[in-house]
C-alpha cells in the first residue's frame, strides 16, 4: 500500500462548478497536510495548509482534514478556467518536513 | 523576492551519457531538495540538504546519482550513466526552515 494514495483523474467540469480533489494516506505520522498546484511545465506552488482535523477555508478554496479516517478533501467553489491544473496533495511528518506527494489529479475547468 | 532558480529547462541526452542540473535556491533557505517527477507521477524526493549537509538521500541511486550543495548555496545533481527511465522532471525546492516548499520550474531531461 503506497503512504499517499491519489485518484489521478483526469477531472473535468463546466466553468462555475464545484470540484472535490481528495487523498488517502496510511503512515499515521504526517502531522502536516498540503496541497500544490501544478500548472503545465511549471513547478508546483502552495495552495492551502493545515495540520488540524477540520477544514480552513481561503476564499474559493476549502481544505478539509479527517485524521480518523486519514482522509484529506480539496473543495473548490465556482471553478474558473484558470484553475485548470494538476493539483497534488503532500503530507509531512512534523519532524523532519520531508513531503510525501500523492499522484496528482488533472482538472480541467472548461469555459 | 526571487524565486527558486533552475537550469537548463530542457535537456536531450543518449543513454549512458551523463547530464548535470543547476539550482539556485531562495536566498537565505538553508535547506534545499532535489525531486525528481515522473510524467503522471507527483514528485519524489531524491535527496535533501541542510545549508551543506546530507540529511536524507535514502532514495537516492547513489550507483549514477550524486549531487551536492556547494556552501550551503548552489547545489547540482548529476546523472552518470543515464538510463531511458531517468527521463523525468528533475525539480528543485528550498524551504526557509518549515514544511513550507518552494519549487523552482523544473528542468526536463528526454533520455533516449
Known amino acids: 500500500q503506497k503512504e499517499v494514495e491519489q485518484d489521478p483523474g483526469p477531472l473535468s467540469v463546466p466553468e462555475g462548478a464545484i470540484v472535490s480533489l481528495n487523498c488517502t494516506y496510511s503512515?499515521?505520522?504526517?502531522?502536516?497536510f498540503m496541497w500544490y498546484r501544478q500548472y503545465s511545465r511549471k513547478g508546483p506552488e502552495l495552495l492551502m495548509y493545515?495540520?488540524?482535523?477540520g477544514n480552513k477555508e481561503d476564499g474559493r478554496f476549502t481544505a478539509q482534514v479527517d485524521k480518523s479516517s486519514k482522509y484529506i478533501s480539496l473543495f473548490i467553489r465556482d471553478s474558473q478556467p484558470s484553475d485548470s491544473a494538476t493539483y497534488l496533495c503532500?503530507?509531512?511528518?512534523?519532524?523532519?518536513?520531508?513531503?510525501?506527494f500523492g499522484k496528482g489529479t488533472l482538472l480541467t475547468v472548461n469555459p | 523576492e526571487a524565486g527558486v532558480a533552475q537550469s537548463p529547462r530542457y535537456k536531450i541526452i543518449e543513454k549512458r551519457q551523463s547530464v548535470a542540473f543547476w539550482c539556485n535556491p531562495i536566498?537565505?533557505?538553508?535547506?534545499l531538495y532535489w525531486y525528481q517527477q515522473i510524467l503522471g507521477q507527483g514528485p519524489k524526493l531524491l535527496i535533501q540538504?541542510?545549508?551543506?549537509?546530507?540529511?536524507?538521500d535514502s532514495q537516492l541511486p547513489k550507483d549514477r546519482f550524486s549531487a551536492e550543495r556547494l556552501k550551503g548555496v548552489d547545489s547540482t545533481l548529476k546523472i552518470q550513466p543515464a538510463k531511458l527511465e531517468d527521463s523525468a522532471v528533475y525539480l528543485c525546492?528550498?524551504?526557509?526552515?518549515?514544511?513550507?516548499?518552494?519549487f523552482g520550474p523544473g528542468t526536463r531531461l528526454t533520455v533516449l
Open positions: 525546492a528550498s524551504s526557509g526552515g518549515s514544511f513550507e516548499q518552494f
Open positions: 503512515n499515521s505520522a504526517f502531522q502536516y
Open positions: 493545515t495540520y488540524s482535523s
Open positions: 503532500a503530507m509531512s511528518a512534523s519532524s523532519n518536513y520531508k513531503l510525501t
Open positions: 536566498s537565505g533557505h538553508a535547506t
Open positions: 540538504f541542510q545549508n551543506n549537509g546530507v540529511v536524507d
